[in-house]
């Protein structure tokens, strides 16, 4: 019966301890998913990628090459809700984005175009392909203007097809991915700070520039603002102080010469009595010798 308790008790605080650390990894996915929500809901450049489009029945891309530029997607795993849960790779991801709607529009070789935008609440994916079935790709943070996006891809389907673009045509998949990382790197690079790309962007920096100057000035304007009621609740405070100096000063005054008066009367009333006292008795005796 001992043991049996013993044994009880034990399966218990296993299965204790298990719940806990359920609740715990729970936590801590949430927790990071949250936080790589979070950083994606901005302006920044994440990933370029390279495909090629076959069509054996039903569209399939496969990645050619692929960069990793903002160095977030393959660290943290995706974001916990990228197109569906399918988070374990942005570059499955993406083609899976791109064989359910192919870029359309498409008559010219060697020139990429029907590019396409697709939205999530936190990151977009923009992508066009030539009449060769080569599609590129980008994911970038919803705030990032998706004429931009374009250009960038038109920039880097020239400078990849220059390099590899015979090889693109049959190349197994990620094939390409160390060869062209040097030129993906520089095009990324290049098209990270939108000021430097797209003026638009730059007179909008600008803008936020003035903008903050403008409210720094009116801040200031405000301290001194507050500061000059300040000085003037002082300089009130001041008046009225010295209004109730002078005032008091005044019947001081008239105080100080009240007693003045009322000693003098007081010296001579007593100056007078002595006067009286010495003289009269000298008039009597004079008097009486005259008598």
């Not at 920039?155 to 998949?173: I, S, V, W």
């Not at 010469?257 to 100056?271: A, C, E, P, Q, S």
């Amino acid at each position: 019966a001992a043991s049996s308790s013993a044994a009880a008790a034990n399966n218990k605080q296993t299965r204790t301890n298990d719940c806990h650390n359920h609740r715990t990894t729970e936590q801590e996915s949430s927790s990071t998913t949250s936080s790589t929500t979070t950083t994606m809901a901005d302006n920044k450049l994440r990933c370029a990628l390279v495909y090629r489009i076959e069509n054996s029945g039903s569209a399939k891309a496969v990645v050619l090459a692929k960069l990793d530029h903002a160095g977030q997607y393959e660290t943290h795993g995706g974001s916990g809700d990228l197109y569906g849960g399918r988070d374990g790779s942005y570059a499955d991801a993406v083609a899976g984005v791109i064989a359910n709607d192919p870029p359309g529009g498409l008559t010219s070789s060697g020139e990429i175009g029907g590019f396409k935008v697709v939205q999530s609440d936190q990151h977009q994916v923009v992508y066009g392909a030539d009449a060769d079935a080569i599609c590129c790709a980008v994911i970038t943070g919803t705030q990032y203007p998706s004429r931009v996006a374009i250009q960038m891809l038109t920039e880097l389907y020239k400078d990849f097809m220059e390099k590899h673009g015979e090889a693109a045509k049959t190349a197994a998949a990620d094939s390409l991915t160390k060869k062209s990382k040097a030129l993906m790197q520089t095009v990324c690079g290049k098209y990270e700070d939108l000021s430097k790309v797209d003026k638009t962007s730059a007179l909008l920096g600008q803008v936020d520039a003035v903008k903050g100057t403008m409210q720094d000035n009116i801040a200031n304007m405000l301290k001194n603002t507050e500061k000059a009621e300040s000085l003037a609740e002082k300089s009130d405070q001041l008046n009225e102080q010295a209004s109730v100096f002078k005032k008091r000063s005044t019947d001081l005054r008239k105080q100080m010469r009240w007693k003045n008066l009322k000693m003098t009367l007081i010296l001579g009333g007593f100056v007078l009595l002595i006067v009286l006292v010495v003289v009269v008795p000298l008039i009597v005796r004079a008097k009486k010798l005259a008598d």
